[in-house]
């Protein structure tokens, strides 16, 4: 008798064992689905990461030359005015 008892209570351990096998079986494919899953995500943040630094330099680009053109833009609009002004003067 003793040693069905024995063998019934291996066998409730084993059991509990598998069982538990299973669950952290399932819980390391669910944090390796999270991580291919925020893998993905980065991959897509640094590709539009690297599209946004792209029209920054753009962008910048276009600021140096405006800003050298400047001077000559705001003398052509004053020359315009003063013309205008003159003529009205007459």
Known sequence: MNDESD????????????EDAKGEKAVSRHILRKVTDN???LLEIKAELGDIRKEVSA???????????L???VATCVTAIIREELSRGR
């Open 7 to 18: 063998i019934a209570t291996l066998n409730r351990r084993v059991t509990l064992l598998e």
């Open 59 to 69: 962008l910048r680009s276009e600021i140096v030359a405006l800003r050298s053109d």
């Open 71 to 73: 001077p000559g833009i």
């Open 39 to 41: 893998e993905n995500a």
